[in-house]
């Protein structure tokens, strides 16, 4: 073959093309194992921190350096999964807040409403009786006990519990699932003190002085979910001196 054959004329350009050709082929295999896995682990950094918007940032970092993309489906799961249960984890709360003060509205309206008369406020009231072969009552203290009135309000219960000869002697409770401080109840604090919780904690629990329908009363409230508010009248504390703690603390 001579110098000046078609063939060798032109080699140059094929040259070049291969050239060309292994450069771009370089290019799209340019991917690091190291910053593949550097991707997926500060992804799920942020999906456990519930940063989902820095998660998928990440995640499209992850799917530029990572060779096999099929191995980042399970990143993908777990974003979404993740995302899924904090959503609907964020919607119950916002519910069973709404409900809570729902019913903490409905219990202070029960309690304004009944106050005066708290043997009025069912017309099936449950009263304690004395234990069998106990002795009789002794004339005029046949009412000397307490009775319970109750209501439903959706999956919960408005109590009242009053002393049968003195129905001003009384305590309303009702058990939210949320906890309830004062300020829900439109009342000021007025004592904090600690007590046991659920797993070895302690929560606070306070007592509010109450204000406006509901002035002269004192209520207790507790920060843990679905803990017991009470409201009580002065003179409960007379006919039921046990509940002394619950009412002042240690």
């Not at 009552?137 to 009053?162: I, M, N, Q």
């Not at 309303?172 to 046991?196: H, I, M, N, R, S």
Request: aromatic share 6%; glycine share 8%.
């Amino acid at each position: 073959m001579t110098p000046t054959s078609p063939a060798l004329r032109l080699w140059p350009k094929v040259a070049g093309w291969l050239v060309l050709s292994s450069a771009a082929l370089a290019g799209c295999s340019q991917k690091s194992a190291e910053k593949c896995a550097d991707g997926q682990k500060v992804a799920r950094q942020a999906v456990e921190g519930g940063d989902f918007a820095l998660a998928k940032q990440w995640r499209e970092y992850s799917y530029k350096q990572c060779a096999d993309a099929s191995a980042l489906a399970a990143l993908d799961q777990e974003i979404v999964n993740k995302e899924a249960a904090v959503t609907a984890e964020a919607a119950r709360v916002a519910k069973s807040k709404a409900d809570t003060a729902a019913l903490v509205k409905l219990f202070l309206e029960f309690t304004g409403a009944n106050r005066a008369a708290p043997n009025a406020a069912s017309a099936t009231p449950t009263c304690e009786t004395p234990p069998e072969g106990s002795p009789a009552p002794k004339p005029g203290t046949e009412k000397d006990h307490f009775c319970t009135a109750s209501r439903t309000a959706g999956a919960h219960t408005l109590t009242v519990r009053y002393w049968n000869a003195d129905p001003t002697a009384f305590r309303f409770t009702t058990a939210p699932d949320e906890p309830v401080d004062c300020a829900a109840l439109g009342g000021t604090p007025e004592k904090a003190w600690g007590v046991p919780a659920v797993g070895g904690k302690t929560a606070q629990r306070s007592r509010c002085t109450l204000s406006g329908a509901l002035a002269g009363l004192t209520a207790v409230v507790s920060a843990a979910a679905k803990a017991d508010v009470h409201i009580f009248s002065p003179g409960y504390l007379e006919k039921d001196p046990g509940s002394r703690p619950l009412l002042e603390g240690p």
